[in-house]
Structure formats: C-alpha cells, structure tokens
C-alpha cells in the first residue's frame, strides 16, 4: 500500500541541527511532489517547502529560507528535510505529504517529533 | 500570503446531528481548497479536495461545497469516530496556507 515513513524523534539543542527522512513506498516515487508541512503543540499546520522528487527542484516558505534544505535519494525512495538553527520555536511535529501536482496533502507520514531544548 | 480563516474555532453537537464548518479565503482560490481532519496524535486525512470532491473511502456523510472565497464542510451526522479538528487549506497560491482549525467536540 502507498505509504510514508519518517524517521524517530529526536531532541536537539538550540543552534543545533535536525535531518529527518521520509520513505516512500507503494507509488512511484518520482510521480508525485513531496513536501514538509509542521505542526507545533496544540497549534495548526504550517506548510515549511516541497521538492519534486523527478530532478530535484525546491521551494521553500520565506519563513525558513536559508534555514530549510531538501534533499532526496531515488535509489531508496527518500526525502530528507534539514533543518538548521534550531530553537525553542521550531518544537513541533514534521510531516512529510505527496501531492500530485498542483493538489492536496493526499498521503502524509505519521509524523516526526523535534525537540529543542537546552 | 493567503489567510485561512475557520468559524466557529469550537463546534459542539451531539451524536447524529448535522455539523457545518466555514472556512474563508483572504483572496480567491478559486476551487483550490482542501479539507483535512486530524485525531488526537495522528497525522491529518484528506476528506474533501476540489472544494467538493470526496478523496478515497471517505463516506458520502461528509460534503464539501462552494468556491472563490467562502466554504463549508457539512457532516450530516455525526458519528463517534468524527469528533476531530478540522483543518481547510488552499492550493492556489504559495505558500500553500491552512486555516487554524475547528474542533467538533461531543455535546
């Protein structure tokens, strides 16, 4: 079955960085946009970028350039989201989500926890 | 950027009732929108995308309409499984943007 799995939690010191991974499953991976969208606790969701898997293309959400880098693996269906300068406010849960094109969320990963916290 | 905004932030009805949400757009996203619900520690599902267009297994219970700036989601009747936050979101625009959310809580 279609599916995204991220990688485990992770608890982080300010200034620090986190890389976390979302593997594709179940589709072609190359298909379908692969994006980052956050959600810190008790609050809404927060689109951060996307990157077409195909040639590698990004964009990111003027909140976090120069903080935000997307990469991806196509040998192994993946997506990574590295993010730099970590500080108390970018405690949240990261999702991963495909679209087809210019769509809606249609499949996200379970979610990764980020703590930072000195 | 495009504003998302969701009425009411809390909506409280009793099992079997009907349920409508509101969700407006600061500018027109023409039919661009989605609706998403989200249980306690589980990742959002897309219900409605297109502004009307039921997404995979969702049940005809649920219903999405209108366009340009002002949509509703109706659930008909409410069953157990659907008291959850939901959360509208637009994708005409960059950056793509949600609305803050309604939580339908049992009365």
């Known amino acids: 079955q279609v599916q995204l799995v991220q990688s485990g939690a992770e608890v982080k010191k300010p200034g620090a960085s986190v890389k976390v991974s979302c593997k594709a499953s179940g589709y072609t991976f190359t298909s379908y946009f692969m994006h980052w969208v956050r959600q810190a606790p008790g609050q809404g969701l927060e689109w951060m970028a996307i990157i077409n898997p195909s040639g590698g293309s990004t964009t990111y959400a003027q909140k976090f350039q120069g903080r935000v880098t997307l990469t991806r693996d196509t040998s192994t269906s993946t997506v990574y989201m590295e993010l730099s300068s970590l500080r108390s406010e970018d405690t949240a849960v990261y999702y991963c989500?495909?679209?087809?094109?210019?769509?809606?969320?249609?499949?996200w990963g379970q979610g990764t926890m980020v703590t930072v916290s000195s | 950027e495009i504003v998302m905004t969701q009425s009411p932030a809390t909506l409280s009805v009793s099992p079997g009732e009907r349920a409508t949400l509101s969700c407006r757009a600061s500018q027109s996203v023409s039919s661009n929108l989605a609706w998403y619900q989200q249980k306690n520690g589980q990742a959002p599902r897309l219900l409605i995308y297109g502004a009307s267009t039921r997404a995979t297994g969702i049940p005809a219970t649920f219903s999405g309409s209108g366009s340009g700036t002002e949509f509703t989601l109706t659930i008909s009747s409410l069953q157990s499984e659907d008291f959850a936050v939901y959360y509208c979101?637009?994708?005409?625009?960059?950056?793509?943007?949600f609305g803050q959310g309604t939580k339908v809580e049992i009365k």
């Open positions: 989500a495909r679209t087809w094109n210019d769509d809606a969320f249609d499949i």
């Open positions: 979101q637009q994708y005409n625009n960059w950056p793509r943007t």
